[in-house]
């Protein structure tokens, strides 16, 4: 399958998806570095599409290449016995307590994170501020508040709103 050639606008909503990190290892990736990777392979009938495009460092995608992300995490997970079996200095460095090694299973940057965490950032400044106007709006209606009004359902409001009134109270 022929690979599609990304605009610089497609390609920097990539770079952000992880807020400028390795969507695998997480690692800090400039946006010169990244690399779009698939993360279903184009090979194995993956789609050349945004849903399928992961910021990458050179290193985990030259790694994946065309694994999918449940084989690259098996292979991952070989390494430790492979260093351990053919590296005599990893060994040394082992035994020396110099290095040591995860009992956790392998996991991926993209797994620990939510995507766009910019976005994600500026909804909840935003849902705050408005948060923070209802506050205000309520303080203010609060202190027109009826020592009775008479009316069941209008007493009602005016008792939810101070609830809410109290709630808010803790937030800000
Ligand atoms: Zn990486």
Known sequence: M???????????????????????????????????????????????????????????????????VEEF???????????????????????HGIIRESESAVSFYFERVSEYPEIEECMEVEQRQQLKTLHETLDGVLRHEPADSGNEAEDNIWNQAGYLFELLNDFF
């Open 73 to 95: 995490r098996k292979q991952l997970g070989l390494l430790t016995g492979r260093l351990r079996e053919r590296v005599y200095i990893y060994k040394l460095a082992l035994q």
């Open 2 to 68: 022929k690979r599609k050639r990304l605009l610089e606008r497609d390609r920097y909503q990539i770079y952000t998806k992880y807020g400028g990190r390795c969507a695998y290892c997480g690692k800090t990736i400039t946006y010169k570095e990244m690399q779009v990777e698939h993360k279903e392979p184009l090979a194995l009938g993956g789609a050349d599409s945004p849903e399928n495009y992961m910021p990458s460092c050179h290193t985990c995608n030259h790694y994946k290449h065309t694994l999918t």
